[in-house]
T-cell receptor
Framework: AQKVTQAQTEISVVEKEDVTLDCVYE???????LFWYKQPPSGELVFLIRRNSFDEQNEISGRYSWNFQKSTSSFNFTITASQVVDSAVYFC????????????FGGGTRLMVKP | DTEVTQTPKHLVMGMTNKKSLKCEQHMGHRAMYWYKQKAKKPPELMFV???????INESVPSRFSPECPNSSLLNLHLHALQPEDSALYLCASSQHTQGAGYNEQFFGPGTRLTVL
């Protein structure tokens, strides 16, 4: 069985601070996929990134960066110079099915960025 | 068009009502999903359709009845719901091309359902 843990339930920062959201996963499968989704107050889950288990390269996209470390089973997400619009709930998710049918979500981290 | 649309945005219904939620995508995706999300919780998978056929039913009560009339549409028919069924219902779709790498799911904005 798969499990995703997001230990931080809520984080509050002041605008322009950097913030890291932690994600730890558990799976016995050697092939798996990791995701981050953003859920703003409007409700829609917005896909941010996918990583497969064979690709440990870190990724940067603008103010967002992701650190994938198989040795610690972690896939952490950092927002640099946070903005109020970053306020949302962020979910980390895992799948071991390459057809994408079964996503195991973490409990989510609510990020509040104050002006 | 990279959008999944859902109607209605909000729905209030009594326990004896029959209503339907609608989801539509025009991305050519062949897998579609229904999720239920309670406040401050992650989404929970309810159903998966692959190529218009029900492939996964996560032991959902029969008062929820999914339907996939064609590759672009997904419905969720509701009947005799309970107040505890009040939640945000999310629809998602993905390409579902097995063996070609992972296909991420794209979500709609959801329908906020309140059962009185």
């Amino acid at each position: 069985a798969q499990k995703v843990t997001q230990a931080q339930t809520e984080i509050s920062v002041v605008e322009k601070e950097d913030v890291t959201l932690d994600c730890v996963y558990e799976t016995r499968d050697t092939t798996y996929y990791l995701f981050w989704y953003k859920q703003p107050p409007s409700g829609e889950l917005v896909f941010l990134i996918r990583r497969n288990s064979f690709d440990e390269q870190n990724e940067i996209s603008g103010r967002y960066s992701w650190n994938f470390q198989k040795s610690t089973s972690s896939f952490n997400f950092t927002i640099t110079a946070s903005q109020v619009v970053d306020s949302a709930v962020y979910f980390c998710a895992l799948s071991v099915d390459n057809a994408g049918n079964m996503l195991t979500f973490g409990g989510g981290t609510r990020l509040m960025v104050k002006p | 068009d990279t959008e999944v649309t859902q109607t209605p945005k909000h729905l209030v219904m009594g326990m004896t009502n029959k209503k339907s939620l609608k989801c539509e995508q025009h991305m050519g995706h062949r897998a579609m999903y229904w999720y239920k999300q309670k406040a401050k919780k992650p989404p929970e998978l309810m159903f998966v359709y692959s190529y218009e056929k029900l492939s996964i039913n996560e032991s959902v009560p029969s008062r929820f009845s999914p339907e996939c009339p064609n590759s672009s549409l997904l419905n969720l028919h509701l009947h005799a719901l309970q107040p505890e069924d009040s939640a945000l219902y999310l629809c998602a779709s993905s390409q579902h091309t097995q063996g070609a790498g992972y296909n991420e799911q794209f979500f709609g904005p959801g329908t906020r359902l309140t059962v009185l």
